[in-house]
């Protein structure tokens, strides 16, 4: 799929801390990087502009809500910017 969309990629990875760092040697990093969780994202995310995406949390309701589909307008370090596709928010910038 990522492959019929033009343009370079912009790769995100997700951050899994232990909450006892007594406990980080029972879950090591590769177990958490490696584990897919119903609702989640991957650990390892691609994503390029013009791409349509699905949020899976509530951001903002009742505009960014689970489920809300945006097309991918901007992709910096640490922001995804996107322009609402349906719901209320509907052509809206985020």
């Known amino acids: ?4 969309i033009s343009g370079e990629s912009q790769t995100y990875f997700s951050i899994s801390t232990v909450c006892n760092p007594d406990e980080s040697d029972n879950y090591p990093t590769e ?3 490696s584990t897919i969780l119903l ?4 650990h390892k995310l ?3 502009i013009d791409m349509s995406i699905i949020l899976l949390c509530n951001l903002s309701p009742p505009k960014l809500c689970n489920g809300t589909r945006l097309r991918v307008v901007s ?3 640490n ?6 596709i349906s719901g209320c928010g509907k052509g809206e910038m985020r």
């Not at 799929?1 to 019929?4: N, S």
């Open 79 to 84: 922001v995804i910017e996107g322009r609402v």
């Open 75 to 77: 992709l910096q370090r």
């Open 39 to 42: 609702g989640l994202p991957p």
């Open 31 to 33: 177990f958490s990087n």
């Open 1 to 4: 799929m990522l492959d019929k």
């Open 46 to 48: 691609e994503l390029k």
